[in-house]
């Protein structure tokens, strides 16, 4: 088939032969994905992204081409039509080059269609958000697919639906690309996540708040840092919702988020650790109260120029997908689990090693199996090797899965404001120092959120009638220390 003279220019050929590679391992790499039902993060980049812009880049190349040699021809006076704009379907040459141009174009928007609609997936894709850019995301990724929400795609939270928020996300993703090629990233990744989508846009897509749960039961399991390992149970009616679903919001945690109240604070700083203003408004009263923190209240010029946050679903459930457990944590889930064997003194031994940070992912592993083997070998000869292995395996796992040395991620940065334990999270606001100008507390009463229903070591149980709750009793003899301090200042760092 021949062609316009113009077309045969070196810029025109080079044109053709890279669209037309990038063409062919298109469609090489889809039929790999199709044959083969697997595929890789990097092999969609390329697929639907890369090899597609390679492409358009080609054939831009051919009629730059042509131009040029249209007007070299004009200067030189070479052999080639000067007439580019005249069009004469009577010279067989130029039939060609219109059925070459509209066949062609018929098939690159086709591809393009096609390419649009796989690329506009693949970049709202789990594996395009955790793998790609797999050092940066390593933390949140792994996090993630050991979630409750490891089945709701990145994008469900992040994102959300609708062509306003995707083009936000998309361009705030402009930055993150450059700063990922360029070295330049925050080690860890901040948060709470600037310019979030409002909780109503997200959480309640799938989480009706007037279809919340009445309370539910939750049962822990911790084992205490002594030579037995002593297992210590606990079970508590976690206080959600109303006793009756009739009433719903009227009472219990979830009574933060009732259509019918407003809750405001103005925090410290970003990191919404510490909230010394709160403000409680009933929209169907107009009822106010202000409460300030008596022993940090800020200033009145700050709360002048501060814009009150309204509180949410995200500023109790911060780490909805990405929560990273601590070492007493995930060292008590794997002791419950079987995956950490109860050998003599596991518990104690595994936070002495565990409670100085670790440069690398690498250098933990060789620490925890270096020093569990020469303690027991040293102690406790008769622990077998195969069990002995064992417990190295299950706390190098709790470890790979809640530590990220090289992300500098960790429990330490990422605090979970579910509960009251390890982190201040309720105590921010429900922690007794909290005043009305009338002196009113916000309650830090412990049956407020939650009743024990029972508690106590394995031959030492105690019950609850049902009708009240017991009186929390501490695991380890403090005396009444822990009514009279937070609960964090003991357990956010307590290793032995």
């Not at 066949?103 to 506009?120: D, N």
């Not at 929400?149 to 639906?161: D, L, N, W």
């Not at 996300?169 to 989508?197: C, E, F, H, M």
């Not at 990273?324 to 995930?330: C, D, E, R, S, T």
Request: charged residues 20%; hydrophobic residues 40%.
């Amino acid at each position: 088939m021949k062609l316009p003279h113009s077309y045969y220019n070196p810029l025109s050929l080079v044109g053709t032969i890279i669209s037309g590679l990038a063409l062919l391992l298109i469609i090489l790499s889809i039929l790999l994905s199709f044959m083969f039902d697997e595929g890789s993060s990097y092999l969609g980049l390329f697929s639907f992204i890369l090899l597609p812009a390679i492409m358009v880049v080609g054939l831009i190349l051919i009629p730059i081409g042509m131009m040029r040699a249209v007007r070299k021809a004009k200067k030189t006076n070479e052999p080639v039509s000067t007439k580019w704009m005249v069009i004469d379907f009577n010279n067989p040459r130029y039939r060609n080059a219109a059925s070459v141009f509209v066949i062609g174009t018929v098939i690159f928007l086709l591809l393009t269609a096609v390419g649009s609609y796989e690329a506009y997936h693949y970049t709202e894709s789990v594996e395009f958000c955790g793998l790609v850019c797999h050092r940066v995301m390593k933390p949140e990724y792994i996090t993630y697919m050991n979630s409750s929400h490891a089945r709701v795609a990145c994008v469900e939270c992040h994102v959300g639906q609708g062509a306003n928020w995707y083009v936000k996300s998309k361009l705030s993703g402009l930055y993150q690309v450059y700063a990922v090629l360029a070295d330049n990233y925050p080690r860890p990744i901040p948060t709470p996540v600037r310019n979030l989508r409002p909780a109503k846009e997200t959480c309640e897509e799938c989480h009706w708040p007037e279809k919340f749960y009445t309370p539910r039961m939750q049962f822990e399991r911790h084992y205490l840092s002594d030579s037995l390992n002593t297992q210590w149970d606990i079970q508590l009616l976690i206080k959600t919702n109303s006793q009756h679903s009739a009433t719903n919001l009227a009472e219990g945690i979830h009574w933060h988020i009732n259509p019918d109240v407003r809750i405001e604070y103005i925090a410290e700083d970003e990191s919404r650790e510490v909230l010394p203003w709160v403000r409680s408004i009933n929209l169907a009263t107009g009822d106010t109260i202000v409460y300030e923190d008596s022993w940090v209240p800020l200033d009145s010029a700050v709360i002048a120029n501060s814009t009150p946050r309204v509180m949410d679903c995200m500023d109790c459930h911060n780490r909805p997908s990405h929560n990273y457990m601590l070492p007493q944590q995930f060292v008590d889930a794997g002791m419950a689990s079987g995956t950490i064997p109860l050998l003599p003194e596991i518990k104690r031994i595994s936070m002495e090693i565990l409670k100085d940070p670790y440069p690398t992912s690498d250098s933990a592993f060789v620490v925890i199996k270096s020093q569990l083997q020469s303690f027991y070998a040293a102690n406790y000869p008769e622990v077998s090797p195969e069990e002995l292995d064992k417990a190295v395996e299950g706390i190098s796992d709790g470890y790979l899965r809640n530590i990220f040395p090289e992300m500098q991620a960790s429990w330490d940065v990422y605090s979970d404001h579910i509960g009251h334990i390890e982190y201040n999270g309720c105590f921010r606001c429900h922690n007794d120092t909290h005043l009305s100008i009338n002196s009113e507390k916000i309650t830090r009463d412990c049956d407020a959120c939650h009743s024990i229903l029972m508690q106590g070591t394995p031959d030492n149980v105690q019950y609850s009638t049902g009708k009240e709750s017991l009186p929390f009793k501490h695991p380890v003899d403090i005396d009444e220390v822990w009514k009279e301090s937070l609960c964090t200042d003991c357990h956010r760092y307590l290793y032995l």
